[in-house]
């Protein structure tokens, strides 16, 4: 399977430079206020690549996050009532054991 996923990634890398020199022109872009940008093709399109793909992995991240946070609030609350319809006290969080004094204060 690792091997088939290198080729993949080769392939990949191998099409997209085919891609990059075959491409590699300049583009006009019309700013405002008159400016006038000339772009490389294939960078052009990377950063319009990078505006759509970034903000939709950042959103996909952060709805990953609350929901494993719901998920484990959920636990917790299956635990606790599955305890409490059984009877059984649900054990105190543990505390660290406090540090040995040697009687010098």
């Known amino acids: ?41 294939p960078l052009l399109l990377l950063v319009t690549f990078l505006l759509g793909f ?3 992995l950042i959103y996909q991240h952060w709805v990953r996050f609350r929901l494993r946070q719901r998920l484990t609030a959920a636990e ?16 105190p969080p543990s505390t660290p054991p406090a540090a040995p004094t040697n009687g010098a204060e």
């Open 54 to 56: 970034v903000p939709t």
């Open 1 to 41: 399977m690792q091997f088939l996923k290198i080729l993949f990634w080769s392939l990949l890398a191998f099409v997209a430079a085919v891609f990059t020199f075959g491409n590699w022109t300049n583009v006009t872009i019309q700013l405002f206020g008159g400016l006038v940008a000339e772009v490389n093709l």
């Open 76 to 91: 917790r609350a299956t635990e606790s009532a599955l305890a409490a319809v059984r009877g059984i006290e649900t054990p």
